[in-house]
């Protein structure tokens, strides 16, 4: 005879309406900037008198957007793969090597995480200052890849954790050079954590702005710097505008990444069945 142990009501009723309320909290703010966005008026005022989609036509024609778009797109996608290459050769090196300070290395390398950003990029504007270089985007690239790449790290870390070594053994065992079990063997059966890994690292690029207040020129800046000068200087809904815009496109990214690729597999959410 079984016995059925089920929650109190309390509980039963208790707990998906606590959930309920998270997530109603959570998106409250997303409900209040959308509908803000659409106010016909130059102050942002909630809720709208009247409705009107001018904000969003000066989202894309801002001078200043533009550039800080451009920018941002320059400076995410080179410090993004170069976090990748960087990243996937010092997890290797610190999962297979053995040698003296690795522990000093990791936590160097992982220090970011807990570092307040703007610490960084305070630190790497007086460098630049000291040495007399030009704050042109190759700072800001470098910038990035320290922040980004922990990231980097942890996720191929994680995936060689999972990765099978008998495997590569196999490969060499009938005759494959190192190189070739690299690329043929380790590469392919990494690629999840790789991939993992450089969403991550684009996300946090693109988004970053404590850092890149600090080390960025008008030539330079990004959008979130872009954004932040405009909110100084405006208080009309074009930010609520462009934030809804942020909002949307990043959803429809996740949605169709996950449509066709699966992140909860890519990103080591889920078993790889």
């Known amino acids: 005879m079984k016995i059925r142990h089920s929650l109190p009501l309390p509980l039963r009723v208790g707990g998906p309406a606590l959930v309920i309320a998270i997530i109603a909290f959570l998106l409250l703010p997303v409900v209040v900037v959308t509908l ?3 106010n016909e008026k130059a102050l942002l005022t909630f809720p709208p008198d009247s409705w009107s989609l001018r904000w969003f036509e000066r989202v894309f ?3 200043d957007f533009q550039q800080g778009f451009k920018s941002s797109l320059v400076v995410t996608l080179w ?3 170069l976090a990748l290459f960087i990243g996937t050769a010092l997890a290797i090196a610190v999962k297979r090597m053995a040698f003296p300070g690795k522990e000093t290395l990791q936590a160097i390398l992982l220090s970011p995480l807990v570092i307040p950003h ?3 990029g305070l ?3 007086i460098l630049v200052a000291q040495l007399d270089l030009a704050r042109g985007y190759a700072i800001v690239i470098v910038c990035h890849v320290m922040l980004v790449l922990p990231f980097v790290m942890r996720s191929v870390y994680v995936s060689m954790e ?5 495997l590569e053994q196999a490969a060499a065992s009938l005759g494959a050079s190192p190189l070739r ?3 043929t063997v380790t590469v392919p059966l990494l690629a999840p954590g790789l991939f993992g890994g450089w969403l991550f690292a684009a996300i946090m690029s693109f988004s970053e702005f404590t850092a890149s207040l600090f080390i960025t020129t008008q030539a330079t800046q990004t959008l979130p710097v872009a954004m932040y000068n405009y909110v100084r200087e405006f208080a009309d809904p074009t930010l609520a505008a462009l934030s809804v815009v942020y909002i949307a496109v990043t959803a429809t990214l996740l949605t169709v990444a996950n ?3 699966g992140l909860g597999k890519v990103l080591n959410i889920e078993e790889n069945h």
Do not use: H, P, Q, W
């Open 123 to 125: 630190g790497l504007l």
């Open 36 to 38: 803000a966005s659409f």
């Open 259 to 261: 449509y066709f690729l």
């Open 162 to 166: 999972n990765l099978d070594e008998r």
């Open 181 to 183: 079990v690299l690329f």
């Open 118 to 120: 703007f610490t960084l």
């Open 79 to 81: 410090s993004s793969l």
């Open 61 to 63: 024609t801002y001078s």
